[in-house]
Nanobody, 122 residues
């Protein structure tokens, strides 16, 4: 069982930056692949970024590639999402999730946090 708690969301102007964090409980955090997803109002939840258990392999949605960076600190049981050059279309609730295998689709992730809202004003 893994419990995930996101933090770091808020209101930012277009072009600004935010750093999201997701703290995980449990001793097996380092064995999970971690992902960030987001859900904008009226839209389906979508993949943003993923990182493997070691932190050496990452993958990004095209919409955020070059602007967002996912990383993890297994000693702190925490995964991060650094978001730069934010755009109004990045406005959404951001969720972190854990999977026992590598993947970028929602149904591959078993454990989910409660989400943290990000609002980017123009």
């Amino acid at each position: 069982q893994v419990q995930l708690v996101e933090s770091g969301g808020g209101l930012v102007q277009a072009g600004g930056s935010l750093r999201l964090a997701c703290a995980a409980s449990g001793r097996t955090f380092s064995s999970y692949c971690m992902g960030w997803f987001r859900q904008a109002p009226g839209k389906e939840r979508e993949f943003v970024a993923a990182i493997d258990w070691s932190g050496r392999n990452t993958y990004y949605a095209n919409s955020v590639k070059g602007r967002f960076t996912i990383s993890r600190d297994n000693a702190k049981n925490t995964v991060y999402l650094q978001m730069n050059s934010l755009k109004p279309e990045d406005t959404a609730v951001y969720y972190c999730a854990a999977s026992s295998r590598w993947g970028i689709t929602l149904n591959e992730y078993v454990y989910w946090g409660q989400g943290t809202p990000v609002t980017v004003s123009s």
